[in-house]
């Protein structure tokens, strides 16, 4: 009895070391082991005693035993050798298989000490009948529950909806399945209900990845033309991978309605990590809220609300918005030389260009003709050498970016994502390009100021001495002139 006990303790103890998720069905094992030795020590004591007695004890003493050994036996069986091949029970199986063997250990006992057998299974009959007729919803979730695993169409992991309930299947037990929430939340429901009833599971299509699709709902003017709201948002969504939501299919906007005043969108996607939701969902409405901004366009609410303002508030904002072009152009060393005149020109043809956190302004390689200038927030520069990506600065309020596509047409040189909100004014070529026909001129310095801009970035350029460095600055300049009479037809 003695090595019993060490046996079982240490057997115990590595068990829930290797798989501490165990921990609760080895404290059983061990309260049954407890109750053989409560039973071992009743039949020492009553030796001598009384024969019949002595012998019931004895039996439980084998019997209380061998569930002991077996529960263990089975953790170690099916939770620690089988899952490490990859080859996973369900719970309910390895129970029934442990109770048939330790019912078969016990009619085999009985039958050794002289039990008639086929007396006790009459018997059992007669009361199993009796037990069913007062347990038949008990039994009918036991049996339920053997039919689940069996099947193995619900399966632990699941998300799946039941009634009212979205959650995560996290156990499914003799009587009942458990499910987890998003609410932190664990509902119980009886396998019946999950046999009877109908059960949805999210993400599960037969050959395919694990997916569902998921719909985001928004309202824009009836003013704005649908290709313009479907393109303006597809290119925010398209542009560079988001988290969670599956490259194929493409997520993609649909126009479901028309209602008075307004057009009603959709932005369909599917995601891959059924646990992020809500996330993802926020993401993608945030992302369509700085989309809509940059391209003029507001969202609606299906009331309308009057609202009536004085002109000249209006004009004044106008003016204040002007200046403050004006003044983000002086910043920009490309148009030092400009006129007032022209600076004003240039400014009304600035964008209003909003971003939201994560979003990518500029991808490498992509071709983009137009420069932004930062006013609020910070983004990140980052250029991708073979597969590897590397941030290279840092740009705040105040600087640019983008001036080598909006001159010469050259694709995007690194990539530029927003680390923080970021607002921008943008400057597309169409509106440059007037200005720049005006007064060709104007052309030679701005090759200047790009020359001098290209080779901070050479890592020759800081070590050359200065003959090197002005017939470098000249041999850029003439390239990058050429490259902007080019584009802009001079």
Known sequence: MLWHAIGIVVLSAAIIKVAPHTKSRVKAALITYLLSLFFAAATSLTRNLFEPLQQTLDFLRIMTLAMSILNLLSIVTFELILTRINIRIPRILSDTMVIIIFLAGCFWLLKQRGVDISGLITTSAVLTVILGLSLQDTLGNIIAGLSIQVENEIRVGDVVKVGDYTGRVKEIRWRRTSIETKNWETVLVPNSLLVKGSVVIYGRREGEPLQTRRWIYFNVDIEHSPTEVIECVDEALQFTNIEAVADKPKIHTILMDFKEG????????WLTNLAVDDLTDSLIRTRIYFALKRAGMSLVEPSYRLSIKRGEPIQKQKEHDLAMKIEALRKVPLFKTMTEQELSQLAEQLKYSPFAPGEVLTKQGTEGHWLYIITEGEVSVSITVGDVEKEINRLQPGQFFGEMSLMTGQPRSATVTAVSEVICYRLDKGAFQQIVKQRPEIAEDLAEVLALR?????????????????????ETRMGILNDIRGFFGL
């Open 454 to 474: 290209k080779l901070q970035y050479d890592a020759v350029f800081e070590s050359a001495d200065q003959e090197s460095k002005s017939a470098r600055i000249s």
């Open 262 to 269: 307004y057009a009603r969108y959709c932005v369909c996607y």
